[in-house]
């Protein structure tokens, strides 16, 4: 019998082809259901229907058994119920399961309606794998109630809808729904390695394919199209690609920038030798005192909850936490950090990535904040990667803070670190309100800033 395509995969193919092809060999690794839905970019069941409270006739299906739920389904879109959730749409091996069913006005074998389907989703943006996934309801609700849906759609957690066209996809979806169907069967994709196959459950089996054959994918944030047409130009391995000068790459692979191929051979360079490679200095400003930055956010629950600083001067080092209990704290946190920082406003604030500035600027605009720490903070905020990325070769495929800190010398005191670890603690917490898991939490956080101190401070003794 095939092995079940569902809607999430498409998103492990999206991540990881390799995700589906050693599912599909009969692997029982899995993650637990709420990492699942963290990774897939779903909302906790009790954000879903705190979303969907005032739909006026609202069933849920709640057989547990897949084909039950399937029967129950159907029996409600016969019935011509107007919104049914945790819907179970099934053709031969492909299962569907959108988070909503809605009854719109038009032609089906049902009557004068027919169902388009919905997924709630942590997002303000629609992405590929909305709309793959939103394809493969279409074509799934096309088969059972004879009418394909024309649009799909994605609910946020602020409750607006985000709609496509379905036609607008389709030909992409078809050619990826062709190319899982050959992996399911047992075709074995070729392999690619990147950040999304830290999500899979399978990442040491595609880390260690990668590292078997000395793979170009290893390159940091290499793109397909470039490693196909080096090894098209015969640069099949790391190894090749670090013996060439730039200009013999320039003219045997001419199609590929001059700058980019600079960069891809001293990345081959670097993982070679095991050695970091500084191609310009980094101008950090000289302050008494430094603030170093993270936040932890929920997004099961579309919801920051830590706000966490490391104060750094000539004699202190000491941790904040500012911290939301639950999401109606959120102001308050902000309101405590905001008063923090206007007694800071000559520091500089550094942070690991876009994220913290994308949330301070949300924040600033939805819970306010004094015109003196917006101007501090929109002046003060320095992003290390952003610093790290043309200066400094590191040789390692990727630039995460937990792999360049750990390059650094850094190291967690949590074995299980992890930004979405931390996310199932922090559910736990809610849950239990346990000391304990409180106190991982804010450790946690405080390596993280501790760890962006400390690649700061690597940064200024070697590439300033």
């Not at 006739?57 to 039950?68: K, N, R």
Request: with cysteine.
């Amino acid at each position: 019998m095939p092995r079940l395509i569902t809607e999430k995969t498409f998103y492990q193919y999206l991540k990881c082809p390799h995700w589906v092809y050693f599912s599909a060999q009969g692997g029982d690794k899995k993650h637990e259901a709420l990492m699942d839905k963290l990774i897939d970019g779903g909302l906790i069941e009790e954000k879903e229907r705190e979303l969907i409270s005032d739909r006026k006739e609202l069933v849920e299906v709640t057989a547990e058994d897949p084909e039950q739920a399937f029967y129950q389904t159907l029996e409600y879109m016969r019935e011509g119920r107007q919104t049914i959730y945790h819907g179970v749409l099934i053709d031969k091996h492909w299962v569907g399961h959108p988070d909503i069913l809605e009854k719109v006005e038009g032609k089906s074998k049902f009557g004068d309606y027919y169902y388009v389907a919905a997924d709630i989703k942590n997002t303000r943006h629609i992405y590929d794998e909305h709309k793959f996934q939103g394809c493969f309801y279409a074509e799934l609700l096309g088969l059972l109630q004879g009418a394909k849906p024309r649009q799909g759609y994605v609910i946020t957690p602020d409750n607006s809808v985000l709609e496509y066209l379905i036609e607008e996809f389709e030909g992409h979806y078809h050619l990826t729904l062709d190319a899982i169907e050959r992996v399911v069967a047992g075709q074995e994709p070729p392999h690619f390695m990147t950040s999304g196959c830290k999500q899979s459950p399978w990442y040491s089996e595609c880390r260690s394919l990668s590292e078997s054959c000395a793979d170009l994918s290893m390159l940091n944030r290499v793109w397909r199209q470039e490693v196909a047409r080096l090894k098209k130009a015969g640069y099949e391995t790391i190894e090749s690609l670090a013996d060439k000068s730039v200009a013999h790459l320039i003219k045997q692979v001419p199609d590929v920038a001059e700058w980019r191929l600079e960069i891809m051979r001293d990345q081959a360079l670097a993982l070679r030798d095991n050695r970091y490679i500084i191609r310009q200095s980094v101008d950090l400003p000289e302050a008494d005192t430094e603030l170093y930055f993270d936040i932890e956010s929920d997004p099961l629950r579309d919801f920051i909850y830590l706000f966490g600083v490391y104060e750094v001067s000539q004699d202190k080092q000491e941790y904040h936490a500012f911290m939301a209990n639950y999401t109606d704290k959120e102001d308050e946190m902000w309101a405590e950090f905001a008063e923090f920082m206007a007694s800071h406003i000559d520091c500089p604030v550094y942070h690991y990535g876009s994220y913290e500035r994308d949330v301070v600027s949300r924040f600033a605009a939805k819970y306010g904040c004094s015109d003196l720490v917006r101007e501090a903070l929109e002046r003060n905020l320095i992003d290390v990667l952003e610093l790290i990325r043309p200066a400094v070769i590191f040789p390692l495929s990727f630039y995460s803070l937990k792999d360049i800190g750990a390059y650094v010398g850094y190291h967690w005191r949590a074995e299980d670190a992890s930004g979405a670890n931390s996310v199932l603690w922090f559910e736990d917490w809610l849950r239990t309100k346990s000391d304990d898991l409180k106190k991982k939490i804010l450790e946690y956080n405080e390596d993280d800033v501790i760890a962006t101190y400390k690649v700061q401070r690597w940064l200024r003794e070697k590439a300033t």
